[in-house]
């Protein structure tokens, strides 16, 4: 699992299950797109979300997911949805 870390504080990733987060500190969990089936079995990755397009049709949710994190991890710049993290060791309210 990747996470994008900067000075305040914020980081982005996409969700897995590799690293328990709640290990690090507090955090949000803020969904980036939807992943759905339509009525003919074909699946979508909307990422309005976070401000992005309908990707697909696709045969099957693994090559939504493919799609999906592709283009949140696109070299254009990380368009992850922004979360908090607070240390938990920290001070900070």
């Given amino acids: 699992m990747d996470l994008f870390v ?3 504080g914020d980081i982005r990733c996409i969700y897995g299950e590799e690293l328990d987060l709640r ?13 759905e ?17 309908v990707l697909g049709p696709f045969k099957n949710r693994t090559e939504a997911l493919g799609a999906e994190r592709e283009w949140l991890l696109a070299p254009t710049g990380h368009r992850l949805p922004h979360h908090r993290l607070q240390h938990a060791n920290s001070n900070a309210s």
């Fill in 37 to 53: 089936p339509d009525r003919d079995g074909f699946w979508w990755a909307d990422m309005g979300p976070v401000d992005g397009p």
């Fill in 23 to 35: 290990e690090i500190g507090k955090l949000q969990i803020t969904r980036a797109s939807h992943v």
């Fill in 6 to 8: 900067d000075s305040a």
